[in-house]
């Protein structure tokens, strides 16, 4: 089983995002990608906290012991107990890149349903939190080229932090692309009316 979301969440998103989760799981925490080296592994309470990019969100009471490596990413997994992964979103200037989100368990791994009833808790309350979404768009002319962009969750401070600037877009993680948020975007039929 392998899953993966791209995420568009301003620093306040990941503030909120990460309380909501505590309180459905209240054993959920955070943690550094880094800290697997660490004798006593540094967890943090918001996702906002964390020191690198690279994060986990990890169901607490999970052993971490018995890590094994992911040599394409050149990083390590629990093989036994609940985290996800968490590649997070990044400002840069007048472009909120997007992050990703994924985990994979093994069919054959003694905790295979913890897992997945962990990510699908943590994917329902991701979405129920990000309800905005986002197309994608011509820069220039900021019609839009492909509505929807699916597998894509984009936080409310994020839509805000868009929408208060037109030179404002989203880049999406997997691509060259850029988007807007939906709700405000016109079709480029209405668009080419309104400049006519």
Same mark, same amino acid.
């Given at each position: 089983m392998k899953a993966s979301i791209e995420l568009l969440l301003t620093e306040n998103d990941e503030r &909120? *995002?990460?309380? *909501? *989760? #505590?309180?459905a799981l209240p054993q959920v925490t955070f943690f550094d990608k880094d800290a697997w080296d660490e004798p006593d592994l540094k967890t943090w309470d918001s996702i906002h906290k964390c020191r690198t990019m690279h994060t986990f969100i990890w169901n607490r009471p999970s052993v971490l &012991?018995?890590?094994r490596p992911l040599d394409h990413l050149n990083l390590r997994w629990p093989a036994s107990g609940p985290a996800i992964s968490l590649l997070r979103p990044r400002l840069d200037g007048s472009l909120l890149r997007a992050g990703n989100m994924s985990a994979g368990v093994d069919n054959n791994d003694p905790a295979r349903d913890v897992m997945a009833n962990f990510i699908e808790s943590v994917w329902k309350i991701s979405k129920q939190f990000a309800k905005g979404r986002a197309d994608f768009v011509n820069p220039v002319t900021r019609e839009i080229t492909t509505p929807r962009a699916y597998n894509t969750i984009v936080g409310p401070d994020a839509t805000a932090w868009c929408l208060a600037d037109d030179n #404002? +877009? +989203?880049k999406n993680y997997s691509g060259n692309f850029f988007l807007r948020p939906s709700a405000q975007l016109e079709s480029g039929k209405a668009a080419k009316r309104r400049r006519k």
């Open positions: &909120a *995002l990460s309380l *909501l *989760l #505590r309180v &012991a018995g890590a #404002r +877009f +989203f």
